[in-house]
T-cell receptor, first 113, second 114 residues
Framework: DAGVIQSPRHEVTEMGQEVTLRCKPISGHNSLFWYRQTMMRGLELLIYFNNNVPIDDSGMPEDRFSAKMPNASFSTLKIQPSEPRDSAVYFC???????????FGSGTRLTVV | GESVGLHLPTLSVQEGDNSIINCAYS??????FIWYKQESGKGPQFIIDIRSNMDKRQGQRVTVLLNKTVKHLSLQIAATQPGDSAVYFCAERALGAAGNKLTFGGGTRVLVKP
């Protein structure tokens, strides 16, 4: 099992540019989560999907952020336009059913300059 | 759990000693708790979990204790090793939360001294 796969590992972009982060959950997992981690706020849940359907996006900071899950094996988190305060590590995680813990990907470190 | 600011609580422990990491949770409706370990440059990694109908659970070198009366969770690491140096997070799930949503605490940094 390759685990949760995120790409890219690192992204440096200029303010105003569009950024797309990608995630492939573990095969068979039916819930997918996007988290953002910063020193100031720790791990914040941005949005999560259950069976490809967005369940709770209340953590998405503003309209510049959007997430999609077109199928069970792929999800994207898009920031448009990006701002320096979006700089953080973005994690994707997946889980199966209601009993287990999440499996996290290795994260994407985003730097907006 | 609540997020913290710039400074994570830090626990310094001598190699071979036991470590105890504490976590206070806020939601009395939480029914499931997990401890995660995060090493530098990596994502959080599952260590051990416990359900609210239990007060203790043991794994390999780790034990989780749950006190629902005071909403307190702890992780005990026996014979701490250099590889245990990391940031440890507790996470809670509220009963009935759709999609298995977890809320994370702010984390505790563990530094193991040789």
């Amino acid at each position: 099992d390759a685990g949760v796969i995120q790409s890219p590992r690192h992204e440096v972009t200029e303010m105003g540019q569009e950024v797309t982060l990608r995630c492939k959950p573990i095969s068979g997992h039916n819930s997918l989560f996007w988290y953002r981690q910063t020193m100031m706020r720790g791990l914040e849940l941005l949005i999560y999907f259950n069976n490809n359907v967005p369940i709770d996006d209340s953590g998405m900071p503003e309209d510049r952020f959007s997430a999609k899950m077109p199928n069970a094996s792929f999800s994207t988190l898009k920031i448009q336009p990006s701002e320096p305060r979006d700089s953080a590590v973005y994690f994707c995680a997946s889980t199966q059913g209601a009993g287990g813990g999440y499996t996290f990907g290795s994260g994407t470190r985003l730097t907006v300059v | 759990g609540e997020s913290v600011g710039l400074h994570l609580p830090t626990l310094s422990v001598q190699e071979g000693d036991n470590s105890i990491i504490n976590c206070a949770y806020s939601n009395s409706a939480s029914d499931y708790f997990i401890w995660y370990k995060q090493e530098s440059g990596k994502g959080p990694q599952f260590i051990i979990d416990i359900r609210s109908n239990m007060d203790k659970r043991q794994g390999q070198r780790v034990t989780v204790l749950l006190n629902k009366t005071v909403k307190h969770l702890s992780l005990q690491i026996a014979a701490t090793q250099p590889g245990d140096s990391a940031v440890y997070f507790c996470a809670e799930r509220a009963l009935g939360a759709a999609g298995n949503k977890l809320t994370f605490g702010g984390g505790t940094r563990v530094l193991v001294k040789p």
